[in-house]
């Protein structure tokens, strides 16, 4: 079985944000880790590489320090590496991006493409499921559990109230949760392998079937108007009180906004 | 794509087990305010099997028209049948401004649909505005006039960022929950109600559906509740909530929780607040126990009142709450529950 996994090197939230005058992210300047929910989608493909065997690549787009996250993902297993980068796939949107992954992907033999259900960064859950549009495969989106079952894969498939235990034909794309799993830790050998290991790295000109109105910048139907920091509302007031006095305070604040 | 061939305000009208999501009526609230800036209507789209009966609830909250897309391969929600009834819908009747609920569905639907009609899609609003862009005049570049700018936060809460869709139609948007308001129901009003089946013929991109396992759970939404005492990784034990739901109940309020609560196996996820939980706006908000991390801000920050308790008084929590307490929560909230009693016994 060939399973090809989706990690997008994220900014780590903690570490403040950035932006270039243009409004975009300036991804450089940031401290970055691999993405939750791509994490747990690489342990995903692991543990049925462990119980099936499976051939699992790794894709990444981004700039070429991305490579960072194909490395940590060869030591925790994973057996190739592909960076995609090049000046023209910047400043894309999720369509542009989707189409890019999905032109990269193209070049692959799969029977599952396991990716993140949304990075942290963009929050936007929509990389995954247009992937699989472009390459007109089904799609399982927001998976809590996952199972082969001869050409089919067997997915419990997470609802607000419910879940679904879906059954879809292989070659199929699935989203996976962070909840999934819990990822394995890079080991020392498998780190010492990963430095050395061979890393592909594709440009714009490796990108099957995909036309350049639908890259970078320009290929993206999406434009920033306006980007800024969130403005909070300021805090109220703060009390150190007895439990008694705290207790008068706060019913004397219900009663004066008549909520008793 | 010539832009001027589509106009209107569509909304994805989501139904589960033929109940109109909360999600629908906000929609159609909101779709409406953009189709009066724009002189235009507000369509709702319902997708399912025998849902025919839902168009009115949808016209008395504001509908001037309903879609309605009604087939036996509908009747669960499935990404691929569901997918061609919205990208048939927009290809037949193209409307300048689609919407769909940031729900577990739509947040899967929205992404299928708009990259097979080649538009853009902004996830999770907050906000949506008919206006222009650019914002401000570029020299050297056209100022478009009536587009649909969309808010959203990203990083967690950190930034916030506004979206257009300049050259591709419709605008398309996810919304979250809990965000917008719907309109005032107008007993007896009726939307006109087109009938509309491009055929659904199963192929590979069909999954199969081999169960359906519903989480058993008799617990009000969060979303709906007007106070909601909220619990996080303070409370200290899944036990110790008893004191927070003891306050719930002498308040007619609900319990929710954070994040932390949740991923400790306390509470189901169904109570969770914040950034991938749900987003509430009560009249009053309880944090207790609660650091406030972003994430939990991001879920209930729009909330009337904002009432912490905490230990810890740098604890992040205060820097939104109206009311903050640094105190032990063990002590403060059983004491605010009996006094509460005694207060709503005298009147």
Known sequence: ?260 | MNIQDYKGVFVFAQQVDNVLSGIALELVGKGKDLAKDLNTEVTAVLVGSDVKGLADELAEYGADKVIVVDDPELKEYRTEPYAHALSSVIDEFKPEIFLVGATAIGRDLGPRVSARIHTGLTADCTQLDIGDFPINPVPGKEQLHNQLLMTRPAFGGNTIATIACPDFRPQMATVRPGVMQKAPKEAGKKAVVVEFNPGFTPNDKYVEILEVVKAVSDVADIMDAKILVSGGRGVGSPENFKILEDLAEVLGGTVSCSRAVVDAGWKPKDLQVGQTGKTVRPNVYFAIGISGAIQHVAGMEEADVIIAINKDETAPIFEVADYGIVGDLNKIVPALTEKLKAELAAK
């Not at chain 1, 960064?121 to 699989?132: C, F, K, N, R, Y």
């Not at chain 1, 199929?172 to 990963?194: H, Q, S």
């Open chain 1, 1 to 260: 079985m060939k399973i090809v996994v989706c990690v997008k090197q994220v900014p780590d939230t903690k570490g403040g944000v950035k932006f270039n005058p243009d409004g975009t992210l300036d991804r450089g300047a940031m401290l970055t880790i691999m993405n939750p929910d791509d994490k747990a989608g690489l342990e995903a493909a692991l543990r049925l590489k462990d119980q099936y065997g499976a051939e699992v690549t790794v894709v990444t787009m981004g700039l070429p320090k991305a490579e960072e996250v194909l490395r940590e993902a060869m030591a925790m297993g994973a057996d190739k590496g592909i960076l995609v980068t090049d000046r023209v796939l910047g400043g894309a949107d999720t369509w542009a991006t989707s189409q890019t992954l999905a032109g990269a992907i193209r070049n692959l033999e799969y029977d599952l493409i396991i990716t993140g259900r949304q990075a942290i960064d963009g929050d936007t859950a929509q990389v995954g499921p247009q992937i699989s549009e472009h390459l007109g495969i089904p799609v399982i989106s927001y998976a809590q559990k996952i199972q082969i079952e001869g050409d089919s894969v067997i997915v419990e498939r997470q609802y607000d109230d419910r879940y679904h235990v879906l059954k879809a034909k292989m070659p199929c794309l699935i989203t996976a949760l962070a909840e999934l799993n819990e990822p394995r830790y890079m080991t020392p050998g498998g780190i010492f392998d990963a430095y050395n290991a061979e890393i592909t790295v594709w440009g714009r000109a490796n990108l099957v079937d995909v036309d350049d109105s639908n890259l970078g910048l320009k290929g993206s139907p999406t434009q920033i108007a306006k980007a800024s920091d969130k403005v909070r509302k300021g805090a109220g007031e703060k009390v150190t009180l007895d439990p008694t006095e705290s207790v008068d305070y706060i019913v004397d604040k219900l009663k004066a906004k008549h909520v008793i």
